[in-house]
């Protein structure tokens, strides 16, 4: 079975920009969680989409945003780059929604924002 | 708010040592609880997991216990290998109008031969 797919791995934009990334979850799940991980703030909850529906949102700006399709495969945009985005950026999905569901996790894109 | 908070590392043992990893929570409700690894190069990881007080989750040699009464979800491993060096977190998962996940900072653990 096929893990959670993120593309790309890596990526490099400078300031001012805007990003996409995409996350494939493993098949049959519905839920995709997106987390900002860095050295600093540690791995922080960035938004959850269940059917295609945004579920809960975290503290970050309005600059991140996101979207599910019916496939449940997830994007997340970022615009106006600042170079604090540099970060590595992790998607995981589950089965279902709610706090008992494991999270698989991708293996995520490193953004670098020069 | 709800907030997870764990030991700081790095931590190293020496091969076949004990292993404890602290992990303490604040939640309003009655959350899910976590330890995820990291390996180098990779990303997350389920390692165990329990859902209500008293559970034990259990994984791969590695145990933890929901303590309601002390807030805690304390990692341990009778005998570490040089294989179990990697970052481990702790994470808690709530229902706050949409699921989330809070994770702790992560201890860094680094096992020698």
């Known amino acids: 079975k096929a893990g959670v797919t993120q593309t790309p791995r890596y990526l490099i934009k400078t300031r001012g920009q805007q990003v996409t990334l995409s996350c494939s979850p493993i098949?049959?799940?519905?839920?995709v969680s997106w987390y900002q991980q860095t050295p600093g703030q540690g791995l922080q909850f960035l938004f959850e989409?269940?059917?295609?529906?945004?579920?809960n949102k975290g503290n970050f700006p309005g600059r991140f945003s996101g979207r599910q399709f019916s496939n449940s495969r997830s994007e997340m945009n970022v615009s106006t780059l600042e170079l604090g985005d540099s970060a590595l950026y992790l998607c995981?999905?589950?089965?279902?929604?709610?706090?008992?569901?494991?999270?698989?996790f991708g293996d995520g894109t490193r953004l670098s924002i020069l | 708010g709800n907030s997870v908070t764990q030991m700081e590392g790095p931590v190293t043992l020496s091969e076949e040592a004990f292993l404890t990893i602290n992990c303490t929570y604040t939640?309003?409700?009655?959350?899910?609880l976590f330890w995820y690894v990291q390996y180098p190069g990779e990303g997350l990881q389920l390692l165990l997991k329990?859902?209500?007080?008293?559970d034990k989750g259990s994984n791969k040699g590695f145990e933890a216990t929901y303590r309601k009464e002390t807030t805690s979800f304390h990692l341990e491993k009778g005998s570490v290998q040089v294989s179990d060096s990697a970052v481990y977190f702790c994470?808690?998962?709530?229902?706050?109008?949409?699921?989330?996940?809070?994770f702790g900072a992560g201890t860094r653990l680094f096992v020698k031969a």
């Open positions: 995981a999905s589950s089965l279902s929604t709610g706090p008992n569901q494991p999270q698989h």
């Open positions: 098949s049959g799940h519905r839920s």
């Open positions: 989409y269940f059917s295609e529906t945004q579920r």
């Open positions: 939640a309003t409700g009655y959350p899910s």
């Open positions: 329990a859902t209500k007080a008293d």
């Open positions: 994470a808690l998962s709530e229902l706050t109008g949409g699921f989330k996940t809070i």
